[in-house]
């Protein structure tokens, strides 16, 4: 039938998206400034910021660069950051002593940014031992070379008290030992520490997409971690590792990396009775910068594309290095 007559279509979709405004108005997903988290390293014996060569505008920060992303990050409306320790070089060994020293550099840098921003940021620590350790790994080896799930647990444990002491409100341990949520939980408890949170890295593939990262913590990995980080072809057992961290007091989980796994997230949110968060890692945000310094894509629109399709796919919180940037055109515009 012939839409000159009026009789087709009955219905057109097209009318709710005539303009921008229209546009706005009627979107289901809203990124907002308060759904973010900055992720942000800080490095050991720098007097200023060193750039990170694979993902462009990220830094390893002095503490005076730190403080002053954090302010920054703040005035944005950004809720949390999320700070890893870049140790010297010299300082790390087999069962990661920087991680529980109260002076390591991430325990430093805590006591900083709390000074800086006080309550204006949700300050978190990574509590994991892959930055600090000469063999890479989140965790202590065994004799022949294996992660050990138990010893690491034990080192968990004391890193998460240290952090907690040094100012740390939330603790994100992203190591995928079994059994890391309830350990942590108890050894906070037992220290009086019941009110900092845990953000579990419940669901965290052993992803090609952490390459930059390795290069911003300075990282000395042999092999990988397939033995403890999950595999991307599984998603029942993202669904196991819901459970167990839900039943060991998890107060807020996480899918890592975002983009290749939206599915997941999607799966984790519908189950989920506590805030998601998705972290749109190291190599997500260098394919974008990449492509769009080669003139491939519009830089701008495609960062706002990929973190909408977080919030779209469910997730509450979204930790991303353009957390700042972000944050920022989301006010001017709004």
Known sequence: MSAENGAFPDVRPRRLRTTPAMRRMVAESRPHPADLILPAFVREGVDRPVPVSSMPGVVQHSLDSLRAAAVEAAEAGVSGLMLFGVPEEHKKDAIGSPGTDPDGILQVALRAVRAEVGEALVVMA??????????????????????????????YAEMAVVQAEAGARVLG?????????????????AAGHQDV???????????????????????????????????????????????????EGADMVMVKPGLPYLDVL????????????????????????AAAEKGWLDRERAIEETLTSFKRAGADLTLTYWATEFAQWLRARY
């Open 197 to 247: 949170a845990l953000l579990a890295y419940t669901v965290k593939y052993s992803s090609a997409f952490y390459g930059p990262f390795r290069e911003a913590v300075n990282s000395s990995l042999r092999g990988d971690r397939r033995s403890y980080q999950q595999d991307p072809p599984n998603v029942r057992e993202s669904l196991r590792e819901l459970a167990l961290d839900l039943a």
């Open 266 to 289: 999607r799966q984790i949110a519908d189950r989920a009775t506590v805030p998601v968060a998705a972290y749109q890692i190291s190599g997500e945000y260098a394919m974008v910068e």
């Open 173 to 189: 341990p992203s190591g995928m030992m079994d059994g890391q949520i309830r350990v942590i939980r108890r050894a906070l408890d």
């Open 126 to 155: 990574d509590t994991c031992l892959d930055e600090v350790t000469d063999h890479g790994h989140c965790g202590v080896l065994d004799a022949e070379g294996r992660v050990d799930n138990d010893g690491t647990l034990a080192r």
